[in-house]
């Protein structure tokens, strides 16, 4: 299926990247390749075939609900763009 | 010292016990080639002083009879692991300065096993790539030339770092990882053994995350033993990786050399791809002559949806990569580059965070998990994920291991393929059905092509049975007896 360039834009919005205007033709057409090529799946039949979830034959492990590790906010904050005092500081969220 | 550098892992570590030579002697020895080597841009970042500290550790721990299975040899580390207090990039400039306060499990099993870490090898940024041309500090070049030319050629990819820095004897050995081919196609590339073992064999813990589900860490060396003797540290149950399998991790070094007589091996008819060149596919015969020889008993089977596998994986890969990455939002780490407001903040930090293959890769997933396109791209691609597991499976039922190419072509030049995405993506056509089906593949050096460049063969196991290709890996060695190494140049 061919992606417009109206499409790029919904989808640059979703992933939270900036698109610049000029460049959602050109991203259109290179996804629109790859999308093209990836599109041979439809010659499979997958009637009645579950979908696979997980590599692994296991079933997901349970663990105690308790912390194990925590209480060392000098280390959380280390690598922060903007700290202040024990908090992240990140733009105005609410209006 | 460079005796020293040339060492296998096996030999250097048989070398310390005997004390013929201390780890701060051989530690040293690799320092100064790494320095050597900075054309190669195979490491991100050397870390000589605290080399020469866990090596002097090492000599302490020998000296007081408590050595570790590991101790004192030498090692590079993919940038893809974090290692705490240490610069880890995933070869991006959205943590372009991240210090990890915390170890990775498969690296911390190395230090506890009393390995030395020589620095922090380059690769594709997050890992997506096979040429390391995606790598936000440059690629990697390949030591290997074509005889009499001097092109530079990549080291494949992801993991070109470790590849280029184990084919270069930077390091004894170096850990990597694999979600589509990367550790195998870069190892055929270089003329050295890569391992990628099964799905939760080793801890996800600390690895920075690209597609969970096919994400797997494992060994780059110089023989088939020193990946065994790597994978054997590495390896092991976590309670921090829900997906690790809580299984005892054998003494892979001890399949090594074991006979593969009455082995049978698969050789899957749907690996013929059409334009696969002539001397690919005669290596491929010379490796069933060489199982042959050994005693296998070889035998054609039929892997029908394998040409499937390439385009499920750009589906599920990207899928899973777009919720991974979703983390990179330049809030609690990472490059931040101020907006107007929050959302303008995110976009314009990913924007200037991210590569170009790396925003491709999340606008694909993005996509394919967008309303209106879940099912017809990510659950379709999930269920042809079963069929290509199924394949396996069926295959499992009458053989004991497959052998095949590892990749399509010897390495090629650096700029070569970076144009089209498609075409880069097909150097992983006989390795990502590794993946999608959670099994262990290993890529042997079996020989050079026309014009000097080495080839690998790959051999695919059942779930949890490394030690069968570690068996045929070790026959492989030995009949291809590859000694071949790169001319220094560097």
């Known amino acids: 299926m061919a992606i417009d360039a109206a499409t790029v834009r919904k989808v640059a919005k979703l992933a939270r990247i900036a698109q610049p205007e000029e460049t959602l033709e050109g991203l259109a057409r290179e996804l629109s390749g790859i999308m093209s090529w990836i599109e041979q799946l439809n010659e499979v039949d997958t009637d009645g075939v579950e979908p696979m979830t997980s590599a692994v034959h296991m079933p997901a492990p349970m663990r105690d609900d308790v912390v194990t590790e925590g209480g060392d906010p000098d280390l959380v904050l280390s690598n922060a763009p903007k700290r202040a005092g024990n908090f992240f500081v990140v733009p105005k969220v609410v209006e | 010292m460079s005796a020293l550098t040339s060492l296998t892992l096996k030999a250097a570590l048989d070398g310390l016990t005997a004390k013929a030579f201390s780890s701060v002697e051989i530690t040293q020895a690799h320092v100064e080639a790494v320095e050597a080597a900075r054309a190669l841009n195979a490491f991100v970042l050397e870390t000589p002083e605290k080399a020469i500290e866990m090596a002097k550790a090492s000599d302490a721990r020998r000296a007081s009879g408590s ?59 997050f890992a997506m790539g096979s040429s390391n041309e995606t790598s936000a500090w440059g690629p990697v070049v390949n030591p290997w030339r074509t005889r009499g030319g001097n092109a530079q ?207 491709r890769r999340i606008m694909i997933g993005t996509y394919v998990l967008s309303a209106g396109y879940y099912d017809a791209y990510y659950l379709k691609a999930l269920k042809v994920r079963r069929r290509i597991a199924d394949d396996f499976d069926r295959a499992f039922e009458t053989v004991d291991a497959l052998l095949t190419p590892t990749a399509p072509s010897a390495a090629f030049s650096l700029g070569d393929r970076s144009d089209d995405p498609v075409a880069m993506y097909l150097n992983d056509i006989f390795t990502v059905t590794v993946n999608l089906a959670g099994l262990p593949g290993m890529s042997v050096p079996a020989g050079l092509d026309a014009t000097g460049l080495p080839l690998g063969l790959q051999l695919i196991g059942r779930a949890l049975d490394e030690g069968t290709l570690f068996s045929l890996g070790g026959a492989l060695e030995k009949a291809a007896d590859f000694r071949a190494k790169p001319q220094k140049w560097w």
Request: net charge negative; proline share 5%; charged share 20%.
């Open chain 2, 67 to 125: 050595a570790g299975p590991l101790d004192g040899a030498p090692l590079g580390i993919k940038d893809l692991f974090c290692t705490k207090g240490v610069r880890s990039t995933a070869g991006s400039k959205i943590i372009g300065d991240f210090k990890p306060t915390y170890e990775s499990t498969v690296t911390a099993n190395l230090w506890r096993d009393g390995a030395v870490m020589l620095g922090k090898l380059n690769m594709d940024e």
């Open chain 2, 153 to 359: 050629l990549t080291p494949g990819g992801s993991s070109g770092g470790s590849a280029s820095a184990v084919a270069a004897e930077l390091c004894l050995g170096a850990t990597a990882t694999d979600t589509g081919g990367s550790i195998r196609q870069p190892a055929a590339f270089t003329g050295t053994v890569g391992v990628k073992p099964t799905y939760g064999r080793c801890s996800r813990w600390g690895v920075v995350a690209f597609a969970s589900s096919l994400d797997q860490a494992g060994p780059m060396a110089r023989s088939v033993e020193d990946a065994a003797i790597l994978l054997t540290s590495m390896a092991g149950h976590d309670p921090k990786d829900s997906t690790s399998l809580d299984v005892e991790t054998p003494d892979f070094a001890s399949f090594v050399g074991k006979s593969v007589k009455g082995l049978r091996i698969g050789v899957p008819k749907e690996y013929r791809v059409d334009d696969m060149p002539a001397e690919i596919d005669a290596l491929w015969e010379q490796g069933i002559a060489w199982l042959k020889d050994a005693g296998c008993e070889i035998v054609e089977v039929s892997l029908p949806h394998t040409k499937y596998a390439l385009p499920a994986y750009y589906i599920v890969a990207p899928a899973e990569a777009s919720s991974n990455l979703a983390r990179y939002d330049g809030m609690r780490y990472g490059l931040r580059s101020e907006g107007a407001n929050l959302t303008d903040t995110y976009e314009k930090s990913r924007a200037a965070g991210f590569g170009a293959e790396v925003r």
